[in-house]
C-alpha cells in the first residue's frame, strides 16, 4: 500500500482543485474581420471620394502587375489578379466624378470591419513632410548631420526565414559572422559614423532632425536657395520609444498636453537637457535624396513605393495589412480653434511606420508645410476603420475569421 505523506496529498489536492476550476477563455486573436455594407461606413455619402483618386490608381499600378501573385506574405489580400477589374476601370474613370466611383467601388468591392484583439476601435495619429533648413557643407550654424544608409548597415526581413516571423524585420551589423545590434542614437549622435563621408546634409536644429526622423521624410530647404526632398532609406534596428511618453513617465508633461508642438517647445526652451531626452528613443533614420516634388498631390514615397497623397494616404501596420488597399477611415481630426471634428473618408494603405503597430492603428499623412504640421502633431484620436476588398477576397477572408 502507498501512503502520502502531507505535502504530496496537499500536492493532489490542489491539482485536483486546478481540474475542476473552469479554463480562462481564449485570447482573442490579434486581427479579425467583420463583413460589413456601405451603409455601415459614418459619413460614406458625405465624402468626395474621387479626392483619393490619386493614390488609388497609384496603388493599383503597383499591384496588377503580381499578377497572380498574393499582395504580401499572407496572402489574405488577394492577387494581382483579383484586383485587376477594379483597377483596369478605375483607370478610365475621369476625375472629380464622386458618383462614378461610388458605383465603382460599390460594385466591386466589399467592407469589412477589422477587429484588432477583440476590439473595434484603436487609435489614429497624424504625420507630415518637415520644411527644414540645411546646407550640403558643415558651416556657420549647420552642424547637426542627416546621414545616408551606411554601408554595413545589414536589413533581414525575418519573414523570408520563418513564417512566424512574416512582417518582422531587424537590422544589425555582421561581425564574426554574426549579425549584431547597430550603434544606437546616443552611440551615433555622439560621433560614432563621423568621418564617414556619410552626411547627407547639415541642418541648423537638433529637434528639426529628430521630428524628421519621426516623420519619415521631408523637405530641405538649402541655403543655396534650392530645395531638396529627403527620404527614409533604413533604420538601426533598435526599437522606437515615443519621447512623448518618456515625458509623461517623467512627469515633464501630462498626458493631456502631450503633442509634437509641446515637445518641440520644451525641446527648444531646454537644450542642455533635449539630447538626454532624445537618446531614450534609440531608434535613428538614415535617408537618401529624392526629386523635389512636383505639385501639391506629389507627396514622398511611401513604403509601397509611390508617392503619398496628403488627407488621402495611410499608414498601417505592415505585419498585418498589404500596402495599397483601400481603406474607410472613421475618426476625428483637430480642427483649430474650433475642437476636433469627425474624419470619414476613403484613404489608401500605402505606407508603414515604426511606431504603428497593432490592427486598428493608423497614421494619416497630411502633407508638408506649418498647417499639415499643426494637424498631424495634434491629432491622437480613436477610430475604426474598414477594408475595402474585392468581393471573392472578402468572402474568403470573413469565411477563416
Not at 551606411?150 to 512566424?164: C, H, M, T
Not at 497630411?366 to 472578402?394: C, D, I, N, Y
Request: proline share 8%; hydrophobic share 40%; glycine share 10%.
Amino acid at each position: 500500500m502507498v501512503r502520502l505523506g502531507r505535502r504530496s496529498l496537499a500536492l493532489l489536492v490542489l491539482l485536483a482543485a486546478a481540474a475542476c476550476a473552469p479554463k480562462p477563455p481564449p485570447a482573442p486573436p490579434a486581427i479579425a474581420f467583420q463583413p460589413a455594407r456601405f451603409a455601415d461606413l459614418p459619413g460614406y455619402s458625405a465624402d468626395r471620394v474621387t479626392e483619393a483618386l490619386p493614390a488609388l490608381n497609384r496603388s493599383c499600378a503597383r499591384m496588377m502587375p503580381r499578377n497572380d501573385r498574393g499582395l504580401d506574405s499572407h496572402d489574405r489580400y488577394g492577387t494581382g489578379n483579383d484586383w485587376k477589374p477594379f483597377c483596369t476601370a478605375l483607370a478610365a474613370l475621369p476625375p472629380g466624378d464622386d458618383s462614378a466611383l461610388r458605383r465603382l467601388v460599390e460594385s466591386e468591392l466589399q467592407p469589412v470591419a477589422v477587429i484588432g484583439d477583440g476590439k473595434a476601435e484603436g487609435l489614429f495619429t497624424g504625420y507630415y513632410e518637415p520644411l527644414v533648413r540645411g546646407s550640403r557643407q558643415k558651416q556657420g550654424r549647420y552642424t547637426v548631420p542627416l546621414y545616408r544608409q551606411p554601408p554595413d548597415l545589414v536589413q533581414v526581413d525575418l519573414g523570408e526565414f520563418r513564417d512566424s516571423l512574416k512582417g518582422q524585420r531587424i537590422a544589425g551589423r555582421v561581425r564574426d559572422g554574426r549579425l549584431r545590434p547597430y550603434e544606437d542614437r546616443g552611440a551615433i549622435e555622439a560621433g560614432a559614423l563621423a568621418n564617414r563621408n556619410l552626411e547627407l546634409v547639415w541642418l541648423d536644429d537638433a529637434s528639426d532632425a529628430f521630428f524628421l526622423q519621426v516623420q519619415g521624410s521631408g523637405l530641405v530647404q538649402l541655403d543655396s536657395g534650392a530645395k531638396t526632398r529627403v527620404g527614409f532609406a533604413a533604420q538601426n534596428g533598435h526599437p522606437y520609444v515615443a519621447i512623448g511618453r518618456v515625458m509623461i513617465d517623467r512627469g515633464t508633461l501630462s498626458r493631456e498636453d502631450v503633442s509634437m508642438q509641446a515637445i518641440r517647445a520644451w525641446l527648444r526652451a531646454n537644450p542642455d537637457a533635449a539630447p538626454d531626452l532624445l537618446r531614450q528613443n534609440p531608434s535613428y533614420v538614415f535617408f537618401r535624396e529624392l526629386p523635389a516634388p512636383k505639385d501639391d498631390l506629389d507627396g514622398p514615397p511611401g513604403a509601397q513605393g509611390v508617392a503619398l497623397v496628403p488627407g488621402r494616404s495611410l499608414a498601417v501596420d505592415r505585419s498585418h495589412f498589404a500596402l495599397g488597399l483601400p481603406v474607410w477611415l472613421d475618426a476625428q481630426q483637430p480642427a483649430l480653434p474650433t475642437g476636433d471634428k469627425p474624419l470619414q473618408r476613403l484613404m489608401v494603405a500605402q505606407d508603414t511606420g515604426g511606431a504603428i503597430r497593432g490592427a486598428v492603428r493608423g497614421d494619416v499623412f497630411w502633407g508638408a508645410g506649418v498647417q499639415a504640421e499643426s494637424v498631424a502633431g495634434r491629432m491622437k484620436h480613436p477610430g475604426r476603420f474598414w477594408l475595402l476588398l474585392p468581393k471573392t477576397v472578402a468572402a474568403k477572408l470573413a469565411a477563416v475569421s
